[in-house]
């Protein structure tokens, strides 16, 4: 009999995650929340919904994310929250897809090495702030709940020297930023709808350049 925590997770199926995935996307979970208790990784008021809200929402990303690419960047994981759950999903995929995990405090980033080690993931932590790195090199970026869409673009044609595509959440109150950022910006952009939130949308941006 499957166990109902791990059922939960089932809602992922359709973007082809194993269930053999879940049992580590658990494991994580229940690493979150002890955690949690000693520093602030997520807000207490969603460590009871945190399968739905951090994990299921972190992992919906996955079919953004080209599985013949190498790297993957997370420019904010604070508890690897979306790296940890997109690297979890690869390691059962059998893809060797290396991530990297940008994360400014040294508890969280302590707290990251210990998941990695644990879940046996590809992946590498740099206790460093992002806004301070130069010429770096990846595939994907990815971002959540980390800052604002123009920021973000700001940050990844700034501080990247070479990159394919950013995926990142947008809320509500940010869904016109789009708009707004195509006045500065050239890019091309897929996106879609929230399985968490239904004002909430995924979106992938590729292409991007600076208007003249």
Not at 29 to 58: P, V
Not at 83 to 101: D, Q, Y
Not at 109 to 117: C, R, S, T
Request: glycine fraction near 2%; charged fraction near 30%.
């Amino acid at each position: 009999m499957i166990n109902s925590n791990i059922l939960q997770y089932s809602v992922l199926e359709p973007l082809n995650v194993s269930r053999e995935t879940f049992k580590d996307f658990e494991e994580f979970r229940s690493l979150i929340i002890s955690r949690n208790k000693k520093i602030n990784l997520i807000s207490k008021s969603t460590e009871e919904k945190a399968k739905e809200r951090h994990i299921i929402d972190s992992a919906q990303i996955v079919d953004f994310i080209d599985k013949n690419e190498e790297t993957c960047t997370d420019i904010g994981s604070g508890p690897g929250l979306p790296g940890i759950v997109i690297a979890i999903i690869m390691k059962h995929k059998r893809i060797p897809m290396k991530f990297n995990l940008y994360e400014k405090s040294f508890r969280k980033a302590e707290f990251l090495e210990e998941v990695i080690k644990k879940l046996k993931l590809n992946a590498e932590v740099f206790q460093k702030n992002i806004f301070q790195q130069k010429n770096l090199i990846t595939d994907t970026i990815v971002a959540r709940a980390f800052k604002p869409l123009p920021t973000i673009l700001e940050l990844a044609n700034s501080n990247f020297k070479n990159f394919k595509s950013i995926i990142l959440f947008l809320g509500q109150a940010k869904n016109n930023d789009v708009q707004q950022c195509s006045k500065k910006w050239s890019f091309e952009y897929k996106e879609k709808k929230s399985l968490t939130n239904a004002e909430s949308k995924i979106l992938k941006i590729y292409n991007l350049k600076k208007k003249k």
